[in-house]
């Protein structure tokens, strides 16, 4: 293993399948997402949402690009997960977003916001049973 890398092992795997199971979606874990990417969430409109995840990343590229600093390098996967669960319970899906958006500006915000509401959701739930 690389200095600096975060690797999920085969027990936290394990624990993280059952609480997307919990929340009424699967996780795939895989070696690369795309540019920058950690986790993501693909919500069909039937069927079940299914959020994918690095299964090894470095913490201090995460934290560079996204913040959250006050998340323990040792609960980034747990953080990660329940931040695209978020993205489902709050509904970012169902959110109208004008078109066409000639605006830059708006939408960085927008998406912002979104991603701000993640945070703070998967936050409250980070650590609870």
Same mark, same amino acid.
Request: no cysteine; glycine share 4%; net charge positive.
């Given at each position: @293993?690389?200095?600096?890398?975060?690797?999920?092992?085969?027990?936290?795997?394990? !624990?993280?399948?059952? @609480?997307?199971?919990?929340w009424?979606? +699967?996780?795939?874990?895989?070696?690369?997402?795309?540019?920058?990417?950690?986790? !993501?969430?693909?919500?069909?409109?039937?069927?079940?949402?299914?959020?994918? @995840?690095?299964?090894? %990343?470095?913490?201090?590229?995460?934290?560079?690009?996204?913040?959250?600093?006050?998340?323990?390098?040792?609960?980034?996967? +747990? %953080?990660l997960?329940?931040?695209?669960?978020? #993205?489902?319970?709050?509904? #970012? #899906?169902?959110?109208?977003?004008?078109?066409?958006?000639?605006?830059?500006?708006?939408? $960085?915000? $927008?998406k912002?916001?979104?991603?701000?509401?993640?945070?703070?959701?998967?936050?409250? !739930?980070?650590? !609870?049973?």
């Amino acid at each position: @293993m690389r200095k600096g890398v975060i690797r999920i092992t085969t027990s936290e795997k394990k !624990r993280l399948k059952q @609480m997307a199971s919990e929340w009424g979606v +699967e996780v795939d874990f895989r070696s690369y997402l795309g540019a920058d990417m950690f986790a !993501r969430i693909t919500i069909p409109s039937e069927g079940v949402a299914r959020v994918e @995840m690095l299964e090894a %990343f470095s913490p201090e590229s995460y934290y560079s690009k996204w913040g959250n600093r006050d998340v323990p390098e040792e609960k980034l996967f +747990e %953080f990660l997960l329940l931040h695209e669960i978020a #993205h489902l319970k709050l509904e #970012h #899906h169902t959110q109208n977003i004008p078109v066409p958006t000639k605006d830059a500006k708006w939408w $960085f915000r $927008f998406k912002e916001q979104k991603e701000t509401e993640a945070d703070l959701w998967a936050k409250r !739930r980070l650590g !609870r049973p």
